[in-house]
């Protein structure tokens, strides 16, 4: 039977998910959308460089984690069976070519999920937690240390780098926050997206088993939310030529993982999804369930990152690289969200999407010196 750590991985529950007190969350959100999104992830980005730039203070660093997940009623000394787990969770990693995934494990697994990453799954969603530097700097360790086994993870098993595909999410909510997500689709394109900055987020490439998840949070007044993600790579013809004006800089697609294979469950077919970013294309009912009210979202993601220590030592070019990346980023998912919406008869949106291809790849010729006589037609 499922037990509610692996439901909480892979199905968001709005308003009905019980929050740990010891840390008073309780203006949790399900996503951010618009400024926020941008907002949150500079006050993040503080701590994140931080961190890359002290490594040295490791120690100091995960003794103020072990501090905050103690003050949340985790302690491992009284329970036996926690112990092996939590000698894994604590020991130093760094970012070498280790071929060590125990952290990663420790998230697939229900009881650490729920004792130890859902508390910093609750930061990154608390409004007020970026008013806490050490709850920020705490999260932003924790994902930093999973970062460094996703980006190893990668490199040494080239099979698993560059995930692409459909995979999916559920979300249980109530009828009012349903409408919400609805009128979404009602924004402008460039704000028509959610995220919740450097959260990690579960999802499986089957789709039945996320139906299940999500149909046991089924009763009255309850609206089932599954969403159906397409995982994009980079463009790349417009990767290379990122690399070539910052080679120093490390570019990966941590952003989407299929741990399915060192997973405590492999059945579930997990991909994890880190900070992920997700341009809404299409809601709409979905009847291919016996869920009695469930929506479908269409999303679409790019699964790429510059998120490695080295990027905080890039220096003043830092801004002009991010700069680059975040319009190939760009011009990759508006080209899909294109197609998508001419293969679905979005006449609207499909001409929206062409305008702000076009904006994207103005502002790439830009960056990139080329001007006019870079061929569009190309790039798209």
């Given at each position: 039977m499922t037990n509610n750590g692996e439901i909480n991985r892979f199905v968001d529950i709005n308003g009905i998910e019980e929050i740990s007190k010891s840390l008073n969350f309780n203006k949790l959100k399900g996503f951010?959308?618009?400024?926020l999104v941008s907002d949150r992830m500079n006050i993040i980005r503080e701590s994140i460089?931080?961190?890359r730039r002290n490594w040295s203070k490791y120690d100091e660093f995960m003794e103020e984690m072990k501090t905050i997940l103690l003050s949340t009623g985790f302690d491992p000394s009284r329970d036996s069976s926690c112990l092996e787990s939590a000698d894994s969770l604590f020991k130093k990693r760094d970012w070498k070519h280790v071929d060590d995934y125990s952290l990663i494990v420790l998230y697939t697994d229900p009881l650490f999920y729920a004792k130890v990453f859902k508390i910093a799954s609750n930061i990154f969603r608390d409004d007020e937690s970026v008013d806490s530097k050490k709850l920020i700097q705490s999260a932003v360790f924790l994902v930093e240390l999973l970062n460094i086994e996703l980006f190893n993870y990668c490199n040494n098993n080239p099979t698993k780098s560059n995930f692409s595909g459909i995979v999916y999410r559920g979300m249980s909510v109530n009828s009012s926050d349903a409408d919400g997500l609805k009128n979404l689709f009602d924004l402008p394109l460039k704000e028509?997206?959610?995220?919740?900055?450097?959260?990690?987020?579960?999802?499986?490439?089957?789709?039945k088993m996320s139906?299940?998840?999500?149909q046991k949070f089924t009763k009255p007044g309850v609206v089932g939310v599954l969403y159906r993600i397409k995982v994009l790579n980079l463009n790349k013809k417009l990767l290379k030529v990122y690399r070539k004006m910052f080679p120093t800089s490390v570019v990966s697609t941590i952003c989407s993982v299929d741990v399915s294979e060192i997973s405590a469950l492999p059945k579930e077919e997990e991909v994890l999804l880190r900070g992920a970013f997700l341009q809404l294309l299409n809601i709409s009912p979905y009847d291919r369930s016996s869920i009695s009210e469930l929506l479908l979202i269409d999303a679409v993601m790019v699964n790429s990152s510059r998120d490695h220590i080295l990027t905080a030592h890039l220096g003043d070019q830092d801004a002009p690289a991010r700069a680059l990346f975040g319009t190939i980023v760009g011009i990759t998912r508006a080209s899909y969200c294109r197609d998508y919406c001419i293969?679905?008869?979005?006449?609207?949106?499909a001409e929206s999407y062409t305008e702000l291809l076009n904006d994207l790849t103005e502002k790439y010729e830009s960056l990139t010196n080329k001007g006019r006589k870079c061929c569009r037609c190309n790039i798209v």
């Open positions: 951010y959308n618009g400024t460089n931080y961190i028509r997206y959610i995220a919740i900055p450097l959260a990690l987020t579960s999802a499986s490439k089957n789709e139906l299940d998840f999500i293969e679905h008869n979005l006449r609207d949106d």
